[in-house]
Structure formats: C-alpha cells, structure tokens
C-alpha cells in the first residue's frame, strides 16, 4: 500500500494550491485518511482529515487556523485524495504529507505525532509561500 503526495510549489501569499494524494494497493473506504504538515522546528501537526469512504458525512476535521480557506476532497474513482488550498498566509509553508488510518477523522489528525500514523510517512510535497 502506498500513498503519494504532489502539487506542492512555490505560491505567493494570497495564492491557490491544489495537493494531490494518490492511493494505490489499498481502498480508501476502510480509513479515515488526512493531509498533515511539517514546517523546520515544528512538530507534525493534522491539517484536515475526512472519512475515505464519505468525505461528505459530516465528519470532517480541519485544523483551526486553515478552517474556510482549505478544502479535503476523495474522489473514489481515482483513489484520490486532494487539498484545495486557498488564500495561503506566511505560516502554512511546510511539508505536506497524506496519511490514513482506522478511526474517526478528528482523531486521526490529532494522531499526527503518535504511534497510531508511526511508518505512514512518504515523501511529502514541500509548499513555500514567499513574495
């Protein structure tokens, strides 16, 4: 099983990114899965996490300080999970990385620096925001 990150780059303070999280060698339906961030010096920390099999059931979590400018999305039919993110400030440059994991979505994203997502951790897509 293998998840990986794309559509980090550089963006303007203001601007628009769209992260991409394919899945492959597992279904999305058994997990919550999420989109979690490091920035140098900082502890991993969840971002936004949504339910793998209905991102629209209500239990979406996003961390406070991206709530109204990120959006998570699966689409099934590509095993695909994306991050829309819109209007980034100087503090949401970081490493991106997608992970999942059984449990509710919010529970997930409060995980990011515990046993339950040890060894989930790819390549990330590294996002800076700078004028």
């Known amino acids: 099983a293998q998840l990986v990150e794309s559509g980090g780059g550089l963006v303007q303070p203001g601007g628009s990114l769209r992260l991409s999280c394919v899945a492959s060698?597992?279904?999305?339906?058994?997990?919550?899965i999420g989109w979690f961030r490091q920035a140098p010096g900082k502890e991993r920390e969840g971002v936004a996490c949504?339910?793998?099999?209905?991102?629209?059931?209500?239990?979406?979590y996003y961390l406070d300080s991206v709530k109204g400018r990120f959006t998570i999305s699966v689409d099934k039919a590509k095993n695909t999970v994306y991050l829309q993110m819109k209007r980034l400030k100087p503090e949401d440059p970081a490493v991106y990385y997608c992970?999942?994991?059984?449990?509710?979505?919010?529970?997930?994203?409060?995980?990011?620096?515990?046993?339950?997502?040890?060894?989930?951790w790819g390549q990330g897509t590294q996002v800076t925001v700078s004028s």
């Open positions: 992970a999942k994991a059984v449990g509710v979505p919010a529970d997930v994203c409060r995980a990011a620096n515990t046993r339950t997502l040890v060894g989930s």
């Open positions: 060698g597992l279904t999305l339906d058994y997990y919550a």
């Open positions: 949504t339910s793998g099999s209905d991102s629209s059931d209500g239990s979406t």
